[in-house]
């Protein structure tokens, strides 16, 4: 612990927390600062993950440490006039502290961070903070020890570590063949290419911690015998980016990256990043390889693997960020200790993005084995403005959905994959009444047909037909035979395509087809969208005893739809209502009916 | 696959004349260097905002790829463009967050405001409208990014009002 002289400010500033105002509450600080009033110690810190509580202040005195929400650059000051002026907790925003109870410790308390330790607790763009929380250990105490490379694999094969990016391939054996395979040069990889719409744990976790994911790097180079190592990042995450490549100036400067790292003769490491050019198939192993040597990024057939032939044709071991931040945990902590928590055969913890319909989005690490119950009800205090819990989605487009009344599924590979849906990489989107389930089948399908790399026929063309099938169902003209259809496509493509882009493009599809199939035969043969979304399927009418003749409605209504005298009622024209939902957004007296 | 990427009109192709003077810079940067013709694209986008014709014949001379190869990786990624673009680019965010918050509404507001299609630039040259895939800010849902800024916890009518004291400030710039 150390000695605290004056009061010191944290401010979070990841990406998320710079979009809702901490920079600016950050140079609002500042100002405070030099103008003497009040004395602390200013700092910054990335992502907590408490996502919906930003900006987040966090400050550390004499009495310990709280945690502040909401604190725009207008509060701010007031803020510390009370807690640092007049030494008072300011309790209604303060969202967790070290010696009371807080609105949001359930939020922090239910979690378990590995890969997260360090996010929100260090300056990402100091490697002296990160070192005071054990960055460098594991790997200085491998070379220290002169522990084998056998025996790093063994430990990170006992561990169970699977593959966070989705695959859930074991991570421990993916490095062990990689080591057996024999060449003059190896290739580290870290796939940061998050792609999946409505995730961003490997962003937070670059932004907030990157040294982790560095050290982790050298302990897979020291694993298999790479000397070199690749961030394949998205260009879309420049804040990571940067930090990741401050994080690397550090490393090098203090002789940890280069040539001889830590002084040592026989090991030898360096890490560059990559950006990527924006291409979700690029989160493929083999495209993503051809990317990083300026190829157009399409995947190959396996075998040879890349532990065979990866990168320049040479032994490659990828591992995708998060995974690679457990690493240095596991080495340091040992191997049981990992192995201690989550189930069976999903061992540790996992990072999710809880988002969508939910009251609490944020990040969240929970140990394996937790069911989605507990995730979106006790971490994510359940659903926005008090709706009902519809479905939540896991695995992005290669996923699939959950219904609620499966709420109780544990959250571990094995479990989720039975229900249709995937792991994936942690995106975790909760559905609430108000979502239309084929809208988001059709959402996914878009997406991936617009990513499809174009090499497989029944990726490029059987995902276009099953999205004409399914836009023809949300404009109200689906056909009868139009459910069949979509499911002999969904097998065809999930058998006859090379990577996982093209086999698990339909899963959307299949899941909500197998939970929600009354939701597509209403659509096609009742022509009615249930969550009143799809706009060609809606009516709007106006109720005949709640409209007061406003006129607010007929003034707004774009196409002139709407007729009617001053306090008479009014009455909507359906040959000229486009179903645009304005009437409905207006009306003050909920007299505007859709069904 | 983004054919509706590719830009179709001949009249693209009877550009102006760019000064490929300062690419030779980035040239010599990463001469003889493996895989470098993904940060040499992007190098000549950084530089004129979007790729104009001259820099594939100028790109395949110095490295040695042939030119539709060139045009073969800059099609396939989404990052590149080949037509210019406007001098804010606003990246509406359609990831699955933003979708479920009603991302649609904000993409059809500025549509109808701007008067341009999902890719289109404004012909005052001010603005380019875009749907990205994921900002990778979830929970801020619907986002929109403007420049370096982004934009959180939108509604149309919110968009809006950013996109005019845009173009008022603009205004005034010109005054």
């Given at each position: ?56 202040v966090e400050i550390h005195d004499q ?174 995450y420049p804040l990571a980016i940067k ?353 | 696959?983004?054919i509706h990427r590719i830009a179709l ?167």
């Amino acid at each position: 612990m150390e000695v605290l002289h004056q009061p010191k400010v944290i401010v979070g500033l990841g990406s998320c927390g710079i979009a809702a105002g901490a920079a600016k509450t950050y140079e609002r600080l500042l100002d405070i600062k030099a103008a003497g009033k009040l004395n602390f110690d200013l700092a910054k810190t990335s992502c907590v993950g408490m996502c919906y509580k930003e900006p987040l202040v966090e400050i550390h005195d004499q009495r310990g440490w709280v945690m502040y929400g909401d604190m725009t650059e207008d509060r701010i000051e007031q803020l510390l006039e009370r807690h640092i002026g007049e030494n008072e907790i300011v309790e209604e925003y303060a969202v967790s502290a070290s010696s009371f109870k807080a609105s949001e410790d359930d939020f922090l308390k239910g979690q378990l961070r590995i890969a997260l330790r360090n996010c929100g607790h260090i300056d990402p763009e100091s490697i002296e903070e990160a070192e005071q929380h054990r960055a460098y250990k594991a790997i200085q105490n491998i070379l220290a020890l002169e522990i084998p490379a056998e025996e790093v694999i063994q430990t990170v094969f006992d561990s169970g570590l699977r593959g966070r990016g989705g695959g859930g391939f074991l991570t421990g054996l993916k490095w062990r063949f990689a080591a057996q395979s024999e060449s003059d040069e190896k290739y580290i990889i870290c796939n940061a290419d998050e792609g999946d719409p409505g995730a961003f744990m490997d962003r937070s976790l670059l932004e907030g911690d990157p040294h982790s994911v560095l050290e982790g790097m050298m302990i897979g180079g020291y694993a298999i015998g790479a000397s070199h190592g690749v961030i394949y990042c998205r260009a879309e995450y420049p804040l990571a980016i940067k930090r990741l490549n401050i994080a690397i100036r550090q490393a090098k400067s203090k002789g940890y990256l280069g040539d001889q790292a830590f002084g040592n003769k026989n090991f030898s490491f360096d890490i560059y990043v990559k950006e990527g050019a924006g291409a979700f198939v690029c989160g493929e192993e083999t495209a993503l390889i051809a990317s990083i040597e300026g190829q157009r990024g399409m995947p190959r057939k396996r075998p040879p693997f890349p532990a065979v032939s990866g990168l320049w044709q040479k032994p490659t071991n990828i591992n995708n960020v998060e995974t690679w931040a457990n690493i240095p945990w596991i080495i340091n902590n040992g191997s049981e200790a990992y192995a201690a928590l989550g189930t069976e055969k999903s061992k540790g913890t996992k990072v999710f993005a809880l988002t969508g319909k939910i009251k609490h989005g944020g990040l969240v690490e929970v140990p394996m084995g937790i069911t989605i119950n507990d995730i979106i009800f006790k971490l994510g205090g359940g659903i926005q403005d008090g709706k009902k819990f519809k479905a939540v989605q896991l695995g992005g487009p290669s996923g699939g959905c959950i219904p609620a009344h499966l709420g109780h599924t544990a959250v571990d590979y094995d479990s989720v994959n039975a229900t249709g849906a995937i792991m994936g990489s942690g995106g975790m989107v909760v559905m609430d009444e108000s979502t239309c389930m084929i809208d988001l089948a059709k959402f996914f399908l878009r997406f991936t047909q617009d990513e499809s790399c174009g090499k497989c026929t029944f990726c490029r063309i059987g995902t276009k037909r099953m999205l004409e099938i399914l836009e023809r169902i949300t404009d109200g003209k689906g056909e009868a035979q139009d459910i069949e259809r979509l499911e002999t496509l969904a097998d065809q493509i999930k058998n006859n395509s090379l990577c996982g882009l093209g086999q698990t493009a339909p899963n959307p599809v299949l899941t909500t087809l197998k939970y929600f199939r009354e939701e597509y035969e209403a659509h096609i043969f009742q022509k009615k969208c249930p969550a009143k979304v799809c706009k060609p399927l809606l009516h709007y009418s106006i109720h005949p005893t709640k409209c007061t003749g406003c006129t607010v409605c007929a003034k707004k209504c774009p196409t002139n739809a709407i007729d009617g005298e001053r306090k008479g009622l009014h009455t909507i024209n359906q040959e000229l209502c486009i179903q645009c939902g304005e009437c409905y957004t207006v009306c003050r007296f909920d007299a505007v009916v859709v069904d | 696959m983004r054919i509706h990427r590719i830009a179709l009109e001949p009249q693209a192709l009877a550009e102006k004349q760019y000064d490929l003077q300062p690419l030779q810079q980035v040239f010599a940067k990463y001469k003889y260097k493996s895989g470098s013709l993904i940060p040499l694209l992007q190098a000549a986008q950084e530089h004129f905002g979007f790729l104009p014709a001259a820099v594939f014949p100028a790109i395949a001379q110095e490295t040695g790829v042939a030119e539709s190869v060139i045009y073969g990786v800059a099609t396939f990624y989404a990052q590149f463009r080949l037509k210019p673009v406007g001098k804010n680019i606003i990246k509406v965010c359609h990831g699955t967050a933003c979708h479920v918050q009603n991302a649609t509404a904000l993409t059809d507001a500025l549509r109808d405001e701007l008067g341009v299609k999902d890719g289109g630039t404004t012909p005052d040259g001010l603005f380019t409208l875009e749907s990205v895939a994921c900002l990778g800010c979830c929970s801020l849902a619907p986002v929109m990014m403007i420049g370096e800024n982004t934009h959180g916890k939108l509604n149309g009518k919110m968009a809006l009002k950013i996109l005019r004291s845009i173009k008022n400030d603009a205004l005034v710039l010109t005054q």
